[in-house]
């Protein structure tokens, strides 16, 4: 089928553009693993030295402060955001923050599960941010600082006070290793191993800060909490979660692949480095998206458009004159088209979403790959219309 844009010759050598799991580390392979305990109990010495060497790598790749601790917790990010609401929340109001499907999410749980009567919610469609300047950080605070469905984020901390009274908990999957966090604004920050870094599921990181700890050993909750969510004995913060031991069996084999990547992460150079690395994807799609009018930044404002889950909206008028089953099986269209010829596997829209494209720009993504999928874009449109119109013929 003939398209105004010719077929491209290049192709991408990683095809793998997914947002969760993310795409491994330029040339990772099985081998890298092959210092694994495989068969060993995590309790064992070698075990507990690999789970703190994670902590250890954790820490000073990401900045985070000597006093804040960082545990490894089960059931990858969501566990660890159910682990800091149901363990901190109920001691005061709270504001709940929610511009997409994760962070919706966490209001269902606070709302319909912990059953909380003082709660603010503060929503926006996706592609915007709620009004930050009304929320009132003298209750507990709970938002996601890059929506991972949205490719919205937070600009920075700056809308965080320094003498707030309550919590503020992070739910940061898709920005740790990708975006600059003041950890000093940040109460308790979780994220997951498969996002940034390209480890594999679920295994979760909880930090907390000081206060956290504090409020945890002064308030009990008044449900009963699972095992696996207990961070205190005796009114006592349970010190050892944050020093490798964990509450549940963690897959070695896993944590040792979590440790490959915090390797390569510090030999690029650090945080600084991850981060120069996604904003370089990103600008390929952006510039991209500039040049073509068929395609537009679900994020309605450049500033707050993610580096690393970035969302894209179809906007040519006569697709976007379709109703929206139309237009989601357009995109849907689209998709396919990519990955049958190879070119970008799992990049479309998350299911609660607008329909369009994700494309995951983080740091294990090579820039030269981003820019060999660009003309794949257009062609795949083309021809994905093109098909449309034979159709309605």
Same mark, same amino acid.
């Given at each position: 089928?003939?398209?105004?844009?010719?077929?491209?010759?290049?192709?991408?050598?990683?095809?793998?553009?997914?947002?969760?799991?993310?795409?491994?580390?330029?040339?990772?392979?099985?081998?890298? +693993? =092959?210092?694994?305990?495989?068969?060993?109990?995590?309790?064992?010495?070698?075990?507990?030295?690999?789970?703190?060497?994670?902590?250890?790598?954790?820490?000073?790749?990401?900045? $985070?402060?000597?006093?804040?601790?960082?545990?490894? $917790?089960?059931?990858?990010?969501?566990?660890?955001?159910?682990?800091?609401?149901?363990? +901190? +929340?109920?001691?005061?109001?709270?504001?709940?923050?929610? !511009?997409?499907?994760?962070?919706?999410?966490?209001?269902?749980? /606070?709302?319909?599960?912990?059953?909380?009567?003082?709660?603010?919610?503060?929503?926006?469609?996706?592609?915007?941010?709620?009004?930050?300047?009304?929320?009132?950080?003298?209750?507990?605070?709970? %938002?996601?600082?890059?929506?991972?469905?949205?490719?919205?984020?937070?600009?920075?901390?700056?809308?965080?006070?320094?003498?707030?009274?309550?919590?503020?908990?992070?739910?940061?999957?898709?920005?740790? %290793?990708?975006?600059?966090?003041?950890?000093?604004?940040?109460?308790?920050?979780?994220?997951?191993?498969?996002?940034?870094?390209?480890?594999?599921?679920?295994?979760?990181?909880?930090?907390?800060?000081?206060?956290?700890?504090?409020?945890?050993?002064?308030?009990?909750?008044?449900?009963? +909490?699972?095992?696996? %969510?207990?961070?205190?004995?005796?009114?006592?913060?349970?010190?050892?979660?944050?020093?490798?031991?964990?509450?549940?069996?963690? =897959?070695? #084999?896993? $944590?040792?692949?979590?440790?490959?990547?915090?390797?390569?992460?510090?030999?690029?150079?650090?945080?600084?480095?991850?981060?120069?690395?996604?904003?370089?994807?990103?600008? $390929?799609?952006?510039?991209?998206?500039?040049?073509?009018? !068929?395609?537009?930044?679900?994020?309605?404002?450049?500033?707050?458009?993610?580096?690393?889950? /970035?969302?894209?909206?179809?906007?040519?008028?006569?697709?976007?004159? #379709?109703?929206?089953?139309?237009?989601?099986? %357009?995109?849907?269209?689209?998709? =396919?088209?990519?990955?049958?010829?190879? /070119?970008?596997?799992?990049?479309?829209?998350?299911?609660?979403?607008?329909?369009?494209?994700?494309?995951?720009?983080?740091?294990?993504?090579?820039?030269?790959?981003?820019?060999?999928?660009?003309? !794949?874009?257009? !062609?795949?449109?083309?021809?994905?219309?093109?098909?449309?119109?034979?159709?309605?013929?």
């Amino acid at each position: 089928m003939a398209t105004a844009t010719a077929k491209p010759d290049l192709r991408p050598n990683n095809t793998h553009f997914s947002s969760g799991p993310c795409s491994k580390r330029p040339g990772w392979s099985l081998e890298a +693993l =092959s210092d694994a305990p495989l068969g060993r109990s995590h309790r064992a010495k070698v075990g507990k030295a690999k789970l703190k060497q994670a902590i250890d790598l954790t820490r000073e790749i990401l900045d $985070v402060p000597a006093d804040y601790r960082i545990g490894i $917790v089960p059931a990858s990010d969501t566990g660890a955001v159910e682990m800091a609401l149901w363990s +901190l +929340l109920g001691e005061r109001g709270v504001d709940m923050l929610a !511009w997409e499907s994760f962070g919706a999410g966490w209001v269902t749980d /606070v709302v319909k599960q912990l059953k909380l009567k003082d709660v603010r919610k503060f929503e926006a469609d996706y592609g915007l941010l709620p009004n930050l300047a009304e929320v009132d950080f003298d209750r507990d605070v709970v %938002f996601t600082w890059n929506g991972t469905t949205s490719g919205v984020r937070v600009e920075n901390a700056d809308f965080i006070p320094a003498d707030r009274k309550g919590l503020t908990i992070c739910d940061a999957t898709s920005a740790a %290793f990708a975006q600059d966090m003041d950890f000093s604004k940040l109460d308790v920050v979780t994220f997951s191993w498969q996002k940034v870094l390209g480890g594999e599921g679920g295994h979760g990181m909880l930090i907390l800060s000081p206060r956290a700890v504090e409020r945890l050993e002064s308030y009990v909750p008044a449900w009963p +909490l699972p095992k696996i %969510f207990r961070m205190t004995k005796g009114g006592k913060l349970i010190e050892g979660i944050f020093t490798g031991e964990t509450i549940n069996t963690p =897959s070695m #084999l896993c $944590v040792e692949d979590y440790l490959d990547a915090l390797n390569w992460a510090k030999s690029l150079g650090g945080l600084k480095a991850l981060t120069a690395r996604a904003d370089a994807n990103a600008k $390929v799609i952006f510039d991209f998206v500039a040049a073509n009018d !068929w395609i537009a930044n679900l994020a309605v404002k450049d500033e707050t458009r993610s580096n690393t889950s /970035v969302c894209l909206k179809i906007v040519d008028p006569a697709i976007a004159a #379709l109703d929206a089953d139309a237009q989601a099986a %357009f995109a849907k269209g689209l998709v =396919s088209i990519l990955e049958k010829e190879g /070119v970008a596997l799992d990049i479309g829209a998350y299911r609660d979403a607008p329909s369009g494209l994700r494309i995951w720009a983080g740091a294990t993504i090579e820039t030269a790959d981003m820019q060999a999928l660009m003309p !794949w874009l257009s !062609w795949a449109f083309e021809t994905q219309k093109a098909a449309l119109s034979k159709a309605a013929a």
